[in-house]
């Protein structure tokens, strides 16, 4: 191949060289987003809003088969809102850009630019719920949320970002909590098996819990740094906000009651992850399930032969598009095959598809893996069920690949020293023992500069004593330097 052809892997830093650079580098190169005039703001590219659009619809899909809806609320909220919940207020004060004059004219009260709507929707609930017979109320909202952070990332960490929040009213505690721990599974089962993320279950400590819930929980994922990235989380609220909404319905024994409530969400941050966890030096590469291109066709061959094999081309992509593959050809003459292998594969495009005139002759094409780089001769009357099979691999590639990494980069320690060590020299997790104690938690942070991530749900390892204090422990916890 010629070193023309190698143009845009030069143009992207090594992993190893500097992980953050190769991070800005690839979601630039592969067209994905550009910077706004907006501090913290980005402009999704039709390549990286189309990843959005294929997580946003099928979240959507599962949201609907147990019973949600979609709902819209105001992007504008009041001053006087958040004052209602103390700790909920305190939590997002630091990130909440306001509005104080409008028209030319000041604002009574001055409007916070959404930065989640527990507040906004708690109350509506007040007004529309009145008997149990409204309950439960299974509600999901598609948004934008403003959060004035101070050092941004795009896709990880954005001043404005887009996400879906669930917000739900039930009964009693019972079905609140149930609720919490089905939508955790829903967002473990389509991380693990729509993007090929694996991530670790569990609930937050209090001082990571989201600002007014009971109990938070969450899905964590691994980077190719080590660090992780909070994928999504779930909360049981108790009844803190439907106290400060007052939020009450008639219950069966015609007494008024506090409604218990429950919220959740997932964002753009996940585009974010998939790119850290299985991107390579080459560039994207994406899980099957959301790439735009799904299956790129290459023809190639001398330029006596160009229209034969361009037609045929031709007649593969409607087969594919047919059976519902997004496929792209790329019949350009004037560019080289080998400079359009490295840019799909840069692109992150899950498999190639080259065809030539002895290929037409023998009745067959290539496959081409951007995981393995495997390559497959195929019967082109078998086109459709090989390409449909390549996906499963590839997919089922990048979890293990993902998985296995992960394993290779997860540790257990004993004492602070331990970590400390642990987090200089080798990036990754680790589990250690705490006694509960917010101090101990603190003093984690500050001497490793890692957070605890949640007390996994399931850990082969179980510890026994405090990492600080030596104190017994109360939780194994996952502990990691995060984005």
Request: glycine share 6%; net charge negative.
């Amino acid at each position: 191949m010629a070193n023309d052809d190698k143009q845009f892997v030069t143009e992207i830093t090594p992993q190893q060289e500097d992980f953050s650079r190769w991070y800005i580098d690839v979601i630039k190169k592969a067209d994905l987003m550009d910077y706004s005039p907006v501090r913290g703001c980005i402009v999704f590219k039709p390549d990286g809003y189309e990843i959005w659009e294929h997580i946003q619809q099928e979240l959507d899909r599962r949201f609907k088969e147990t019973g949600h809806r979609n709902a819209y609320f105001p992007l504008f909220i009041p001053e006087s809102f958040f004052q209602k919940e103390k700790e909920h207020v305190e939590g997002f004060n630091p990130e909440l850009p306001w509005v104080t004059e409008a028209a030319g004219e000041k604002l009574e009260e001055r409007l916070a630019i959404r930065p989640t709507s527990e507040t906004m929707i708690g109350h509506m609930y007040e007004r529309w719920i009145q008997s149990y017979r409204d309950l439960p109320v299974l509600i999901n909202q598609w948004a934008n949320v403003v959060r004035w952070e101070k050092r941004t990332l795009p896709f990880l960490r954005t001043s404005e970002f887009l996400w879906q929040e669930g917000h739900t009213a039930h009964e009693n505690e019972e079905e609140a909590r149930e609720e919490t721990m089905k939508i955790l599974e829903i967002y473990r089962d389509f991380v693990e098996n729509y993007l090929a993320i694996p991530v670790i279950v569990g609930q937050k400590t209090p001082s990571e819990k989201f600002a007014g819930a009971v109990d938070t929980f969450s899905i964590e994922a691994m980077m190719k740094d080590g660090r992780a990235v909070q994928a999504g989380t779930s909360h049981y609220l108790g009844t803190n906000f439907a106290k400060a909404f007052e939020i009450k319905y008639l219950n069966r024994e015609n007494v008024q009651e506090y409604v218990h409530t429950t919220s959740w969400g997932v964002s753009t941050r996940l585009i974010g992850s998939l790119i850290m966890v299985h991107g390579d030096d080459r560039g994207l590469a994406l899980p099957p399930k959301v790439a735009p291109k799904q299956v790129m066709i290459i023809p190639i061959g001398p330029p006596k032969t160009r229209d034969l094999v361009v037609g045929k081309a031709d007649e593969l992509f409607s087969e594919l598009k047919k059976a519902g593959i997004r496929v792209g050809i790329d019949d350009r003459a004037d560019v080289r095959p080998g400079w359009k292998f490295n840019e799909y594969e840069m692109r992150g495009v899950p498999i190639r598809l080259e065809i030539g005139p002895r290929d037409m002759e023998n009745g067959v094409c290539v496959l081409v893996s951007r995981i393995s780089g495997e390559k497959k001769v195929v019967e082109q009357a078998n086109l459709v069920e090989e390409v449909q099979a390549m996906l499963e691999q590839v997919h089922q590639e990048m979890y293990n690949r993902a998985k296995s990494f992960r394993e290779e980069n997860f540790y257990s320690v004993d004492s602070l020293d331990e970590m400390k060590a642990k987090v200089e020299e080798q990036r990754g997790f680790t589990l250690a023992g705490w006694c509960g104690s917010e101090a101990c938690e603190d003093t984690v942070k500050s001497e490793t500069g890692a957070t605890s991530r949640n007390i996994p749900f399931k850990t082969e390892v179980q510890k026994h004593t405090c990492l600080v204090c030596g104190e017994q422990a109360k939780h194994t916890v996952l502990f990691a330097r995060a984005y």
